[in-house]
């Protein structure tokens, strides 16, 4: 089968993570790919926060957890109170997609740099998932404060998120596809 195709057959989310930092080049790698991802207009309206630094990874995790506690959301709080809560799965990497809010889709644009980087993850031997929390967080004050030591500039809100990191455990094969979610005319 065509490799391409075959990696995205073959591309499940992973959530279990080796401690191990990615090489510098696989790095370098996602993030190109996730620049390369199409966009309306070519406005590349992203802005992608990559982090690896374990202070600013603990930083993170712990503003999550005060707007998880806060969240009024019953299963947030209770992860939020475990004593190994870690919103990203324990992986070394975590990458945060930003985009303009004045883009014509920062939406669409951000998710496909998303789908990107996800897919050169596992082209390069690497697991990853998408993680939704990033939305909620930065909406809220305490995100919000943290935006300005993170690099991200004004105007731009959160799209989602990625971890990305040595697979911990296989992954299992992909659930069959949903019936009927396709036609065909010819
Ligand atoms: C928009 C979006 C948000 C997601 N958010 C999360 C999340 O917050 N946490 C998580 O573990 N997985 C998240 N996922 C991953 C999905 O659960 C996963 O892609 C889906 O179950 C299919 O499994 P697969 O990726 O292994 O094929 C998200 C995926 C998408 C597209």
């Keep these: 089968m065509n490799e391409t195709i075959q990696n995205i057959l073959?591309?499940?989310?992973?959530?279990a993570y080796k401690p191990e930092q990615i090489t510098a080049?696989?790095?370098?790698?996602v993030l190109e790919a996730g620049q390369y991802a199409p966009s309306a207009a070519n406005q590349q309206s992203w802005h992608i926060v990559a982090v690896q630094n374990k202070d600013m990874l603990k930083k993170l995790s712990e503003t999550f957890r005060t707007v998880y506690l806060k969240s009024g959301i019953q299963r947030f709080e209770e992860a939020a109170k475990a004593d190994d809560f870690n919103p990203f799965y324990n992986a070394p990497t975590y990458i945060?997609?930003?985009?303009?809010?004045?883009?014509?889709?920062?939406?669409?644009?951000?998710?496909?740099?998303?789908g990107n980087m996800l897919l050169a993850a596992e082209a390069l031997g690497l697991g990853g998932c998408w993680l939704?929390?990033?939305?909620?967080?930065?909406?809220?004050?305490?995100?919000?404060?943290?935006?300005?030591?993170?690099?991200?500039?004004?105007g731009y809100s959160p799209v989602g998120?990625?971890?990305?990191?040595?697979?911990?455990?296989?992954?299992?094969?992909?659930?069959?596809?949903?019936?009927?979610?396709v036609t065909v005319i010819k």
């Design 161 to 181: 998120a990625v971890a990305i990191g040595y697979k911990a455990a296989e992954t299992a094969t992909a659930a069959p596809r949903r019936e009927g979610t």
């Design 96 to 114: 945060m997609v930003f985009a303009d809010d004045k883009a014509i889709a920062p939406t669409h644009d951000g998710s496909l740099a998303i």
């Design 10 to 15: 073959s591309r499940r989310s992973t959530r």
């Design 132 to 154: 939704h929390a990033v939305n909620f967080v930065f909406k809220t004050p305490v995100g919000e404060a943290l935006k300005g030591e993170l690099g991200i500039p004004e």
């Design 25 to 29: 080049e696989d790095l370098h790698l």
